[in-house]
C-alpha cells in the first residue's frame, strides 16, 4: 500500500467552482506535506507547503493539515480552466527530506 | 531564480541498451538530488536520494547496478538507465533541493521511451 494516498483519483468542476483535493499519509513520522501542480507534458511545480495544524492561503488556493490524522486537503476556489492539471501530494518526514509522493488528483475545469 | 535544467527532454531506446540523463541545479547549490520515475499510469516513484559526500540511497525495487548515478558536485547529477526494457518507459525526474525544508526544484523530465 502506497504510503501517501489521494483522493479523489480525478474530479471535475465547473469553471468558478470549488474543488477540494485530499491526501493522508500512513506514516506517522510524516510531519510536512508539499503540493505540487503537474500540467500535462511538464514538470511538477510546487503550489503550497504546511507544516503546521491549521489552515495556510495563498491566492485561490488554501491548504488544511491535521497533523493528528496525518490529512491535508488543497481546496480551489473560483476555479479555471489553466488550474486543470495533475495535483500530486508529497509527504516528508524529520531527518529526511526525501518526499515520497501520492498518485494524484487529476483536475478538470470545464468552462 | 532557481532552476533545474534536465537533459534529454525525450530518448528512445533499444531494449537491452541503456542511455543516460542528466540535470544540472542553476542559482541554488543543489545539496541533494532525487531521482524519480513517473509511470504512464502517472505513479511516482522515488528512485534514489543522493546527497553530496553521503552514499547514494535507493528505494526499494531499485538498484544501483540497474541506475547507476553520480552527484559530484553543488550543480550536476547524472542517472543511467542500463539494460532499459519496456517495464523502464516513463518521465524520470530529477528534483533537486539546497537543504532543510527548502523547496524541491523540478527539472523538465527525461521521456524514455524503448523500443
Known amino acids: 500500500q502506497q504510503k501517501v494516498q489521494q483522493s479523489p483519483e480525478s474530479l471535475i468542476v465547473p469553471e468558478g467552482g470549488m474543488a477540494s483535493l485530499n491526501c493522508t499519509s500512513s506514516?506517522?513520522?510524516?510531519?510536512y506535506f508539499w503540493w505540487y501542480r503537474q500540467h500535462s507534458g511538464k514538470s511538477p511545480k510546487m503550489l503550497m507547503?504546511?507544516?503546521?495544524?491549521g489552515e495556510k492561503e495563498e491566492g485561490r488556493f488554501t491548504v488544511h493539515l491535521n497533523k493528528a490524522s496525518l490529512h491535508t486537503s488543497l481546496h480551489i476556489r473560483d476555479s479555471q480552466p489553466s488550474d486543470s492539471a495533475l495535483y500530486l501530494c508529497a509527504a516528508s518526514t524529520s531527518g529526511s527530506w526525501q518526499l515520497i509522493f501520492g498518485s494524484g488528483t487529476q483536475l478538470t475545469v470545464m468552462p | 531564480g532557481a532552476l533545474v535544467y534536465q537533459y534529454p527532454r525525450r530518448t528512445i531506446c533499444k531494449s537491452g541498451t541503456s542511455m543516460r540523463m542528466e540535470c544540472q541545479a542553476v542559482?541554488?547549490?543543489?545539496?541533494?538530488v532525487a531521482w524519480y520515475r513517473q509511470s504512464p499510469q502517472k505513479t511516482f516513484e522515488l528512485i534514489a536520494l543522493s546527497t553530496v559526500n553521503s552514499a547514494i540511497k535507493y528505494e526499494q525495487n531499485f538498484t544501483q547496478e540497474k541506475f547507476p548515478i553520480s552527484h559530484p558536485n553543488l550543480s550536476f547529477s547524472s542517472m543511467t538507465v542500463l539494460n532499459a526494457y519496456l517495464e523502464d518507459r516513463g518521465l524520470y525526474l530529477c528534483?533537486?533541493?539546497?537543504?532543510?525544508?527548502?523547496?524541491?526544484?523540478f527539472g523538465k523530465g527525461t521521456r524514455l521511451t524503448v523500443v
Open positions: 542559482g541554488f547549490q543543489a545539496t541533494s
Open positions: 528534483g533537486a533541493r539546497a537543504g532543510g525544508w527548502t523547496e524541491v526544484f
Open positions: 507547503s504546511i507544516f503546521s495544524n
Open positions: 506514516d506517522r513520522n510524516v510531519d
